[in-house]
C-alpha cells in the first residue's frame, strides 16, 4: 500500500527543475500552472506571469525551459502555443502504468498523511423530540467529513452534541410522574411510536407549563430535584434518555451513518464542568458582571445602535446558557482529548454565536494557536415553494418520512429500470437508492446553500444525481461480470498500445481522485468530491459509448479497456462510500 503520484504533479515537478535550469533564482520557483487543457493533456501557463517579471519574450523563455525539461517516461510531446504556454501531452505507457498501479492499491493510490486529531461536533439532536429535516444536513455533511478524514489519516472523534439538560425535563417528567404515562412499556418493533409519542407528550407538557401556574411551579421543584441527583427523578430522566437514544440509533441506521451510541455526549455530561468554566472566565478578566449576568464583550461585535452585544455565560438568575457548555465542550476537546481541530457542523445561522465562543476560548486559553476550530456552516433546506421545508400545517417535517418518501420513489424507479429484480432485491435496491439519493443531493449542494427538498429529482437517472453515479459504478461491474465469463478473469495493461481520445480523457479523470479528497479535507466541503465522481461518471460515458470494451478490435485494446472500467468502477465505489453512499453492483 503506497500513494502514487498523479501525473499532473509529475510534470509540475519535472517543469520546476527546468525552470530551475533555465531561469534566474528569483523567478524559478513561480507556480508553472499545470492544468488540464482541451488542446492537450496537461498545459502549463505560468511562464507568462515569469516572461512579464523578467521582460522578456515569452515564447523564447518557454522554448528555453522546454529545451531543459526531462521527458523520460512522461511525456509524449511539449509544444509552445500562443504567446508562451505549454501544451503537453502525456505518454500512453504512463497513463496505463498509473491506471494499473492505482487499481493494484486498496486505497487506489490515494496517500494516507498523519495529520492529528479532529473532533467533529454533528447532527445534534434533542432527547425526548424526533428527529426532523433541520437535523439532516449536519448528520449527512459530518457523516461524509468524518469518513472522508478518517480515509486521509486523521483520528477522528465523533461527538454527537445531545440536548439532554435543562428545564423542559423537569417540565415532562413531572408530565409523566402525574399522569402516570408507562411510554417504556412499548412492544419491539414500535421504537418510533414511542418517540412519537414522548414528543406529544413533550408538547402537552410544554402547554400546561404555560398554561397552569401550579403546575409550572411543580416542574421547577423537579428541575431542582434533578440537578440535586433525586433517584426518582433521574429514573425517569435516564428513562427518557434511553428511549431517545434507540429511537436516535433507529435513524442514523436507516440514513447509513457512521454515529453510534457511544459518540454520543449529552449537555448533562458538561453540567458539571460549567461552574468552573465560569469562574475562570471571571477570574483571568475575560468574562465580566453586567446587570447581573456573566458576559463577554468584544469591540467590533455590536448592535445597530452600538451597544456591545455580549456572549452570555451565566444568566443573572444563576442559570448557564448555552454558551457556557459550548465553551466546556471546547476545553475538554483541547484539553483531555487533544484535539488538533474541531469542527462544528452547525447551521449558518449559528455563525456569530460560534465566532464569539471561538474568541472567547482564545482568549482564555482553552483553544491555543495550534488548534484549530472550525464552524463548518450549512445552508436551510427548502420546500418547492422555496421556503423552509415543513407541512402544510406549517410544522417540521419529520426525517423519517422524508426517507420513507424518498425510497418510495427509488422503488418506483428501480422497478421500472430494473424489471428483472425480485421483490427482496427490489426492496434493498429502494433502500439503497432512495437514501442515497436523499444524502447525495444534500452533499452535491454547496455547503453554505439553500437547495430543494424534491424527491422526483433526487432519484432521476439523468442529471448530478446520487441514481446517476450508482448507474454508472454497476455499469462497470455489468461489463467486468460479462469479461469473466468471456475472457480471463485477470485483468492485464498493456502499456505499448496507443490511446483514442476517450480512453485518455477517462485515464486523466481517474489520476485526479486524490487531489478532490485532498480538496474535502482542506475545504470541509463535500461537494467538491460529488462534483469530481459526477465528472468521472460522465467521462465514463463518454468512454463506454465510444470505445467498445468486450467488443474491442484486438485483444490487447480490450484487456487496457477492462482495466479502465475496473478502475473506475472502485473510485466511484470509494468516492460514493466517502459520502456515506451504498454502490450496489447491480442496478
Not at 496507443?498 to 466541503?525: C, G, M, N, W
Amino acid at each position: 500500500m503506497g500513494s502514487v503520484v498523479p501525473l499532473a504533479s509529475v510534470v509540475d515537478a519535472r517543469l520546476k527543475d527546468a525552470m530551475r535550469q533555465a531561469l534566474p533564482a528569483d523567478a524559478a520557483e513561480i507556480d508553472p500552472q499545470v492544468r488540464r487543457s482541451d488542446r492537450a493533456d496537461l498545459q502549463a501557463n505560468g511562464l507568462l506571469t515569469i516572461a512579464k517579471k523578467l521582460g522578456v519574450n515569452p515564447r523564447e523563455l518557454a522554448e528555453k525551459v522546454v529545451a531543459h525539461l526531462d521527458p523520460e517516461g512522461v511525456l509524449a510531446g511539449c509544444e509552445v502555443s500562443g504567446p508562451g504556454f505549454l501544451n503537453l501531452t502525456l505518454a500512453a505507457d504512463a497513463l496505463l502504468g498509473q491506471a494499473a498501479e492505482r487499481l493494484g492499491d486498496e486505497r487506489l493510490g490515494v496517500p494516507v498523511t498523519d495529520s492529528g486529531i479532529t473532533v467533529i461536533d454533528y447532527s445534534q439532536p434533542n432527547i425526548a423530540k424526533e428527529m426532523h429535516v433541520g437535523h439532516l444536513r449536519s448528520t449527512i455533511i459530518g457523516d461524509s467529513l468524518a469518513r472522508t478524514l478518517t480515509f486521509a489519516g486523521e483520528e477522528v472523534i465523533r461527538h454527537n452534541h445531545l440536548g439532554d439538560w435543562g428545564t423542559q425535563f423537569g417540565m415532562l417528567i413531572q408530565y409523566l410522574i402525574e399522569r402516570g404515562t408507562e411510554w417504556q412499556d412499548n412492544a419491539a418493533g414500535e421504537m418510533e411510536g414511542s418517540l412519537s409519542r414522548l414528543n406529544q407528550w413533550y408538547r402537552d407538557s410544554r402547554r400546561e407549563f404555560e398554561s397552569d401556574a401550579e403546575f409550572a411551579e411543580r416542574a421547577r421543584n423537579r428541575v431542582v430535584a434533578l440537578q440535586a441527583g433525586d433517584p426518582e427523578t433521574l429514573e425517569h430522566w435516564r428513562e427518557i434518555v434511553s428511549e431517545s437514544k434507540r429511537y436516535f440509533s433507529e435513524v442514523y441506521d436507516k440514513l447509513g451513518v457512521l454515529l453510534t451510541d457511544e459518540d454520543a455526549v449529552g449537555e448533562s455530561f458538561y453540567n458539571p464542568l460549567l461552574a468552573d468554566v465560569a469562574r475562570d472566565l471571571e477570574e483571568s478578566g475575560v468574562a465580566e458582571i453586567s446587570e447581573g449576568a456573566l458576559c463577554v464583550f468584544f469591540d467590533d461585535i455590536v448592535g445597530q445602535n452600538g451597544e456591545r452585544i455580549p456572549l452570555i455565560i451565566r444568566k443573572s438568575d444563576g442559570g448557564f446558557g448555552y454558551a457556557a457548555t459550548d465553551l466546556a465542550a471546547l476545553r475538554y476537546r483541547t484539553g483531555t482529548l487533544g484535539a488538533d481541530r474541531l469542527l462544528y457542523v452547525v447551521d449558518a445561522r449559528q455563525a456569530l454565536h460560534f465566532r464569539m465562543v471561538f474568541e472567547t476560548a482564545r482568549r482564555a486559553g482553552w483553544l491555543p494557536d495550534d488548534v484549530t476550530a472550525n464552524h463548518v456552516a450549512f445552508g436551510t433546506v427548502l420546500g418547492k415553494d422555496g421556503r423552509p421545508f415543513k407541512t402544510r400545517s406549517g410544522e417540521t417535517i419529520r426525517l423519517m418520512d422524508l426517507l420513507d418518501e424518498a425510497v418510495d420513489r427509488a422503488r418506483v424507479v428501480v422497478g421500472e429500470k430494473s424489471r428483472r429484480l425480485g421483490p427482496e432485491a427490489l426492496e434493498a435496491t429502494a433502500a439503497l437508492v432512495g437514501i442515497g439519493a436523499v444524502k447525495y443531493a444534500d452533499l452535491a449542494t454547496g455547503r453554505t446553500r439553500d437547495y430543494v427538498f424534491d424527491t422526483d429529482r433526487m432519484v432521476s437517472l439523468n442529471g448530478n444525481t446520487g441514481v446517476y453515479l450508482q448507474y454508472a459504478h454497476a455499469r462497470t461491474r455489468s461489463i467486468l461480470r460479462k469479461a469473466a465469463s468471456d475472457f480471463s478473469t485477470e485483468i492485464k495493461v498493456h502499456r505499448h498500445v496507443p490511446l483514442v481520445p476517450a480512453e485518455r480523457s477517462l485515464t486523466l479523470k481517474l489520476d485526479e481522485f486524490d487531489a478532490a479528497i485532498q480538496e474535502v479535507t482542506t475545504t470541509y466541503e463535500p461537494h467538491r468530491l460529488c462534483s469530481y465522481l459526477f465528472e468521472l461518471a460522465q467521462t465514463f460515458t463518454a468512454f463506454f459509448e465510444n470505445c467498445p470494451v468486450l467488443k474491442a478490435p484486438e485483444a490487447e485494446v480490450r484487456d487496457n479497456r477492462l482495466l479502465l472500467c475496473a478502475l473506475t468502477g472502485e473510485t466511484l465505489k470509494t468516492g460514493l462510500g466517502l459520502l456515506g453512499l451504498e454502490a450496489p453492483d447491480q442496478l
